[in-house]
């Protein structure tokens, strides 16, 4: 999102000789000689003092240069000179913009659109401020003002992309890019996100490609980073993925052998390796490689927080202690622990939500609601790690970390004293700041510690207070199913779909004539191909029996949970909130425990409620229990009865949550002995 507006789009007004070299400033300034057009703008300056297009003319250059301080003096100053002036305005508020000072920039680009509503650069930059606010709408329709003002400007349409790839909203974003490169087909930034697009849509081939364009017209060393981390979300076969491993592997060694060099890891555009965790290995090592290539990129990641250096307790009553996510929203984060946080002992304890963007929806605001404090850090990185500091925590969890690298980076720092995480995200950070992960006795193998940078933290009970859904009425016509038919419900993420599965998918279809798969509909629509294409070479008999259900809200996907005959948990990464939902409807989950906790907390959950019999111990008894279910009603109705019984062991149960809140305060108070 560099270079909001282009100098080709101002005006200028000195006379004769003076106008002549003030022409000669600005074509070198656009030419990107920007010491040769400083001193003639200087010099000009000098014969003329004050004036304010020459003023906004070096605000301008200096504001490229990264020289804030002067640029801001020349803005205020030509402002001062000529308060209508639209584009020093637009200048003005470019560069509160870019020092993360959002509301004065809004303010000072309305002011702009104000004096010219035709200035289309300031309705471009106005969608940006308003994206970075979270007020995603209102950015939209900015953006979309802007290119009703202007629709050959390259910039919008990257920025409205970036916006959609945040919503991920690929086809949108795809047609953003692909449209700025239309106009800009030399704009490496365009290729870089256009290379971001088809990555998640699992085009990993022509993302590559992408790459290599962008790196062609700059060879920019995060163009490396973003290479290495090129991860396709599906994989026709196991060799694939091993493949992609070792590829993975040899990057990351070139990227840690030669690390680029990194300012502000939010802005631009470094991401991480979100579809490792599908793959179905070990990824400590990768993750913690991984988070010392970036240390070295950018070692002001490193922050220490002032209180944390010499630590001498909390000073009040109760323990401040913090919640963040990216996704304390509607959410799977947010479901999984809402109660927890809820819960939590208000007496011991200060509670405060941190989060990365305003909320808009029911279950955001009721997270909100319950807390002591909310702290919606902004959309610099810069000043969101100043506001997490100036929190002064005791002890800061991380409810998930590794989906979005907005928080990923920010824990790389130290905020409080003690620091954890805990299995929003079922899989380590490799962050070395981050103390503990939180865990369960119940869902971790034996040796499960080297699957962690953290130390692993087993507690004796489950600490999110999951809420107990009240039971749905369960009809099939509603959603044009057959009573006749076995219904077997995989309601998970394609990308879960790991080739291991393929061969029990099609045992249970070969061996029940009535059987139907239900499938969730992807959100990228190029998911759909990748899967089928891998199934017509692995079962194409059984590709009649497959069914796609669209997106459903809540209370219909209850309903289809409770249709089902029988719930299939994927191989290597299975449900967790989906088989919290799934039990509170009383339905039975088959499920074959993985090596890592991402495959094992519907075994966790059984083991919690006391429930043997629905766990298997390979893939044939998985296929056995499975056909079983479905076929035997006498078996399958045992089955839920039991889970009703027995689902006050799994559902707003506080012993997990009442130990967690014993074993932080004496963490703490080891974390207070250690600087005495």
Excluded at 566 to 587: K, M, R, W
Aim: aromatic share 10%; hydrophobic share 45%; charged share 20%.
């Amino acid at each position: 999102m560099e270079g909001i507006f282009g100098m080709s789009e101002l005006n200028q007004n000195p006379v004769s000789d003076q106008q002549t070299r003030f022409t000669q400033a600005l074509h070198l300034q656009e030419q990107g000689a920007l010491e040769q057009a400083e001193t003639l703008y200087l010099a000009l300056l000098f014969e003329l003092p004050n004036h304010p297009m020459i003023l906004l003319n070096l605000g301008n250059l200096w504001l490229e240069q990264g020289q804030m301080e002067k640029a801001e003096n020349a803005y205020l100053q030509s402002l001062n000179q000529e308060p209508s002036q639209a584009l020093a305005w637009l200048g003005w508020g470019r560069l509160l913009l870019e020092t993360g000072r959002l509301p004065a920039a809004e303010k000072a680009l309305r002011r702009a659109l104000q004096e010219n509503p035709v200035l289309a650069p300031a309705q471009d930059a106005l969608g940006v401020v308003l994206q970075r606010q979270g007020q995603t709408e209102q950015a939209l329709a900015a953006f979309q003002q802007a290119l009703a003002l202007n629709p050959e400007r390259a910039q919008t349409w990257n920025n409205q992309g970036v916006l959609y790839l945040a919503l991920f909203q690929l086809e949108n974003a795809g047609f953003c890019f692909q449209q700025a490169l239309q106009v800009a087909p030399d704009w490496p930034e365009a290729w870089l996100n256009l290379a971001q697009v088809l990555r998640a849509q699992g085009q990993t081939t022509e993302a590559g490609r992408a790459l290599e364009r962008a790196w062609a017209l700059r060879p920019d060393p995060l163009v490396r980073v973003q290479k290495a981390l090129l991860l396709p979300p599906l994989y026709p076969s196991r060799e694939d993925i091993e493949a992609w491993r070792t590829r993975f592997q040899a990057e990351l060694n070139a990227l840690e052998e030669k690390p680029p060099r990194i300012h502000d890891p939010w802005r631009e555009g470094v991401g991480l390796p979100f579809y490792l965790a599908y793959q179905g290995g070990q990824d400590r090592d990768f993750m913690s490689q991984l988070a010392r290539i970036y240390l070295q990129a950018c070692p002001e990641l490193a922050f220490r927080a002032t209180h944390c250096e010499n630590y001498k307790g909390p000073p009040q009553a109760r323990i401040k202690i913090g919640f963040a996510s990216t996704h304390l929203r509607e959410h799977t984060i947010a479901r999984i622990f809402a109660g927890m946080l809820a819960a939590w002992d208000v007496q011991s304890f200060e509670r405060t939500v941190i989060c990365f963007e305003p909320v808009q929806d029911a279950l955001g605001q009721s997270v909100q609601e319950r807390a002591d404090r909310v702290c919606v850090l902004p959309g610099d990185f810069q000043q969101a790690r100043q506001c997490l500091a100036a929190l002064e925590l005791d002890i800061l969890i991380w409810l998930d970390l590794g989906m979005d690298p907005r928080s990923w980076f920010l824990a790389m720092g130290r905020f409080a004293p003690l620091q954890a995480v805990t299995w929003g995200h079922p899989l380590t950070s490799g962050l070395p700041e981050i103390d503990l992960f939180i865990s369960n006795q119940v869902l971790e193998p034996e040796g499960a510690e080297a699957h962690y940078s953290e130390r692993l933290l087993r507690l004796a009970h489950l600490h999110p207070v999951y809420p107990l859904a009240v039971p749905v009425s369960v009809s099939r016509s509603e959603f044009g199913l057959s009573e006749g038919k076995h219904l077997y419900l995989c309601p998970q993420s394609l990308f879960k779909f790991h080739p291991d599965f393929d061969g029990m998918l099609q045992a249970i279809l070969q061996r029940d004539s009535q059987a139907e798969l239900f499938v969730p509909e992807p959100p990228v629509l190029a998911w759909k191909p990748l899967l089928l294409k891998r199934w017509q070479a692995v079962m194409p008999e059984c590709l009649p029996q497959i069914r796609f259900f669209p997106r459903l809200p809540q209370p219909r996907f209850e309903r289809l949970l409770a249709c089902a005959d029988v719930i299939l948990d994927p191989l290597h990464f299975g449900g967790g909130n989906t088989s919290y939902e799934a039990l509170a409807q009383a339905c039975p989950i088959v499920t074959l425990p993985g090596e890592f906790l991402r495959g094992r907390f519907t075994q966790g959950f059984y083991q919690t409620m006391g429930i043997e019999g629905l766990v298997a111990s390979d893939p044939d008894a998985y296929v056995d229990l499975a056909l079983a279910l479905a076929q035997d009603c006498g078996l399958n109705q045992a089955f839920r009865a039991q889970i009703k019984n027995q689902q006050g062991a799994l559902f707003e149960n506080l012993a997990g949550l009442r130990d967690l809140e014993q074993i932080l305060q004496v963490e703490l108070s080891k974390k207070y002995a250690s600087f005495c």
